[in-house]
């Protein structure tokens, strides 16, 4: 007989931002607990329930006991288990008893052929195990595996005992049907008895009366929406409607919701407002503080702009919010009006005479200060603008990086690691700096994430690719880089921060030519000097070491970034394989490139070719290559390689201008002309002859068709293994 079954634990407030992990996980856990001792089907319909001191979950169909089941044992050889008369030995008779046998069932033994060794097995019928002894293992083993942050260690009622736990737990709810499941965990025994909302529930406590009326006497009784889902909707659906009233809309910030969905168990969407003059402070700030102090919404116009409204999420429904809304806005006063002082303050003081402090920022213990670090950014940044643009973009760049990193000096950024960059922008605003290198301050920490922006000007550009290899390079110096989970520095962030500015800009750097221009400034003291680097900076520089295999662990990292990052957008690991195996140097082409290999293989020769590039190959490596590979037309005998020959010369030069003019799927398609020539001089030209001149020539036509072949892509990647 099946019946519905809920389990829910009862603790104190759970941390908002895992409530939601821990949830779905406690569900998983259980129910696949449950289904691998066969008391639920896989496919049993599940709802998970979570609020801050609750995480429960409700399981359909599951059974009272599991089936018996047959079960095939492997006992032991013959030879073990029974002597010359066939009579069982002690060491059988010692493992049937067990497994609960008889000596009865000897006679009953299957005997299996196992390669040369024949065994016994005994083809017994086990019980099925209870759902109080199923579930006890079921839920010891998910409150086990819980991916819990941080664990505590209370002590139980008897003063003694002590157990290990998220929170402390008070009370164990497991019903199947209406009949209570005798399970023990965390010092509890469970019951039916549970709690409602702190404040305004209307029984305390709640006897549940049956797996299936949990949820609505949750609702009804204890004024608490337990499904974590329909709360995070309602709270979406009252945000909305309090935003459009006011004419404004919310901020969009995923997240929050999901952290204030779990800080309560009844919410009421109130509205608030803040004095006006604070408006004069970036709204960043205000945003900020609003969101990560105080988990209010803030509302903004239909231009984007921060309004003086902001919404906030109550656990409590008073017939009269006033005091509630009150009091609320008295906090947010006092945080406003901090972020105003702190941003006052700063404005007293320019970025510039705040850099030289940067010499008193510990950036790294063997890498030395953020003065230092600047310095070489700078350097770096201002040759990369230097080579892009001119000497204005070079000087825009210069000082950009010099004031960069001025910001994290500010009372505002030292309250609000979060506004490192933008607050830059402000500052270097409110002094007159041009737009774009106020624009290049902000800007050079992009893009900090996946689908970040890029920055909006080539300064910004500059300076953010020099910020990330004076990073990456420096770091791999001296070991610091990334193993399994581990990125202390963000060095995978930064890697494919440089891909994303070197590919979507379509910058014409060579990785390992940027990649030496970077270590040749680190290391160089005359680079430094040109760029104005100090004495001290020039000290350090001559005693920087950056190894060869370093460089090359970097560039390989990068590559396995890029490789990754295209897997994301859903190119195959072949096509992806066949172009970086080429090792291209030039980022920026290799999407065009891989673009070129998937038009080519939908061509109805590409089989053909790749699998003849891939021969090629063989062919090429297991032969001694003359020094000169030029084909002597006096030695082509056949008309086969005669025609190859010919082709290869109409092809060669359609190919060169195609490939010259970026245009790689032209490239490729071109190719399609050599399929039958190619087919025939395998199929009549022998190339590994005794004749070593003729050998030499049809190897030399050989490693012009590959070269020809190879130039986008190594087209015998793309042969199916």
Known sequence: ???????????????????????????????????????????????????????????????????????????????????????????????????????????????????????????????????TDGLQKALQEAIKKLPIPKVMTYQLADGWSSVHFVRPAHALTILHGANIVAVDVLGLQAGRETQGHRFEAKVNPIVVHHADTYAQQLATEGSVAASFTERRADIVRQLTAAAAHEHLVPVDDPALLDEVTALVEHPNVLVGRFAEEFLQVPQECLILTMKANQKYFPLLDADGKLSNVFLLVSNIRPADPAQVIAGNERVVRSRLADAKFFFDQDRKRTLASRVPELDRVVYHNRLGTQGLRMQYVRAIAAKIGKFLGDERLARQTYEAATLAKADLLTDMVGEFP?????????????????????LAIEDHYKPRFAGDALPRNTAGVCLALADKLETLVNMFAIGEVPTGDKDPFALRRHALGVIRLLVENDLPFHLDRLLSQVIDVIRDDQILRQWGGTQQSVVVTQSRVISQESSNQLHAFITDRLAGMLREQGYTAQEIDAVLSLNPQKLSDIPKRLAAVRVFTHLPEAASLAAANKRVGNILKKSEMPGDTRVDNRLLQEQAEQVLHQTLNDVLPLTDQAFNAGDYAGTLQRLAALKTPVDHFFDHVMVNVEDTALRNNRLALLAQLHGIMNRVADLSKLVAS
Do not use: C
């Open 1 to 131: 007989m099946t019946q519905n079954l809920l389990v829910e634990l009862l603790v104190e407030e759970l941390p908002p931002k895992s409530l939601q992990m821990l949830g779905n996980s406690f569900a998983e856990l259980l129910v696949s607990g449950l289904a691998a001792q066969e008391l639920v089907g896989k496919d049993a319909k599940t709802t998970v329930y979570a609020t801050p001191r609750r995480l429960a979950v409700h399981v359909g169909n599951v059974a009272a006991q599991a089936a018996d089941r047959a079960v095939l044992q492997k006992l032991m050889p013959v030879s073990v288990g029974l002597d010359a008369q066939g009579q069982a030995t002690p060491p059988l008779l010692k493992k049937l008893a067990s497994l609960g046998a008889e000596a009865s069932v000897v006679p009953d033994l299957k005997r299996v052929l196992e390669g040369k060794t024949e065994t016994l097995f005994w083809d017994s019928m086990i019980t099925g195990i209870t759902l």
């Open 418 to 438: 979060e506004l490192q960059g933008i607050m830059g922008r402000y500052y270097a605003q409110h002094e007159g700096l041009s737009d774009d290198v106020a």
